[in-house]
């Protein structure tokens, strides 16, 4: 028996209609990943979306060294959105992406046992436990990345706090700079090229587009040249560099940065709670279990 819950969820994740879930995860045995890959086969769906709900509150933050050398985003979640508007949470999140920037942790586990830089005597984990006692919620340091180069990182905040993006690049000025950090963020790059696509991604993309084809009646050989013409929109998708830039969709963002000399090194897309299953709550229920 397929859950009207489960219909529900793969309904969001893919657009398609509620029969066509129901009878997809019928048909997988309730598979959520082999469900989606499936409704896309049919070109039912246009397209399997990984990251799942936004889940979890709190904010990801991002901090920039002087010289622009070294910059780091960092996620730290709450329990719920008002915390996240907490200045006390909010000033903690930024001493921690300094801590980042200027400690250099190998790991969020490392990072707790360092010596706070920003309360004197304490590590940043005892300020943690602090944080959760004063704030009155459970608070975690999720995640955390960290750039240091010989070009220049750059940062951008979205949201307030929901999206934080960094971007490592070279000979780039800082309104280029700042362009590609909301490129990033709009349009949610996965990779910066093809080149660093696995080959096992690519691989299971093609066996998608290959099913879709041949659903639409093409003969198999024909099918093979089809999936060659659509794995560029593919590319174009996840690929950074291979993007329609935001600002002028006539150009490339590598047509972009050849204009301009420039080079994306490296980056990083951090949004909250992104990957984090939330377990929903139904307080009317709540309150009369209390009242019982």
Known sequence: MISATLVKELREKTGAGMMDCKKVLTETDGDLEKAMELLRERGIAKAAKKSGRVAAEGIVEAYISEDAKKGAIVEVNSETDFVAKNEEFKTFVMNVAKQIVEKNPKNVEELLKQDAIFEQGKTVEQILV???????????????????????????????????????????????????????????????????????????????????????????????????????????????????????????????????GAEILNFARFETGEGIEKKEENFAEEVMKQLK
Not at 169 to 177: G, I, P, S, Y
Not at 183 to 195: D, V, W, Y
Not at 240 to 245: G, I, P
């Open 130 to 260: 602090e944080k959760i006692a004063t704030i009155g919620e459970n608070l975690n340091i999720r995640r955390f990345t960290r750039f240091e180069t010989e070009g220049q990182v750059e940062k951008y905040i979205h949201g307030d706090g929901k999206i934080a993006v960094l971007v490592d690049m070279k000979n780039a000025n800082t309104n280029l700079a700042k362009d590609i950090c909301m490129q990033i963020a709009a349009a949610r790059p996965e990779f910066l090229n093809r080149e660093a696509v696995p080959a096992e991604r690519l691989e299971k993309e093609m066996e998608i587009l290959k099913a879709q084809a041949i659903n639409e009646g093409k003969p198999a050989e024909i099918a093979e040249k089809i999936v060659q013409g659509r794995v560029g929109k593919f590319y174009s998708e996840i690929c950074l560099v291979e993007q329609e830039f935001v600002k002028d969709p006539d150009k490339k963002v590598s047509k972009l940065l050849e204009e301009n």
